[in-house]
């Protein structure tokens, strides 16, 4: 099992589904969580609530991660309140469904500078404190199946997603030499409420196809629990090479060579196969 003892962790998008289920997996592993919203308290004190009648520790922060500085004070403020840091999940995103010929600027703006310029400082700002402490870390980042396979539609969307993939693979060898791994999550189909609104079909749609391939996952955001995994020990790698691994349905792009082959050879097989990827 996980465990993640007197760590400290950011993650972003937290106030509702999949960032709040990151949050709470992380907390339940026994990580102190700063659970990052934007104008949402009230849900994000929801968060907060259960993963204290857990047992656990939490703290809600509101930040417009757009900004740079805005990611700097928040993790000054996780430093603060727990007194250093050691995992960002950088899961703060947002969606917009545009065909190329009606995409305008304005909504490029908007997807790149939360989705990509957003992830891009909060690592930043994480990574300085990681290197500070000298006790290396963990960066993890919510990128999309959408970076990987094309989705009419999401054109604009999905190559923000692909950028993330991209900024994993190359933030691991500069953060590697410290310790701190760099991760990707290819997030596929969630059921979730902004899912649902867009299409309601989306549930029954997902189910039948998950049956017809014979597979297990129900593409629920309690699925993002692989975090958890990419936040600890069992993640111990430098960057160097690429492996994915599929994690209750989520595909994980995990960048570094490992300290020891066998490390990665350990994982339970019935969750995590590596295979190899350039």
Known sequence: MTDLTGKVAIVTGASREIGAAMAEALAGAGAAVLVAHYGEPTLAEAVVARITAAGGRALAYDADLTSVAANQAMVARAVAEFGRLDILA?????????PLLETDEATWDA???LNVKGAFFGAQAAARQ???????GRIVFSSSVTGVQAVAGLSAYGITKAALRHMARTLGPELGRHGITVNALGIGATLNARNLANDPGLCCALGQCYANRARASTHRPGGCAAVSCLASRCNDYRADDCYRWRLDGVESYALARALSRASVLALPRQRYRPTGEQ
């Open 90 to 98: 950088a899961n703060a995103g947002i969606t917009m469904f545009r």
């Open 111 to 113: 997807l790149f500078g």
């Open 130 to 136: 990681m290197i500070a402490q000298d006790a290396g």
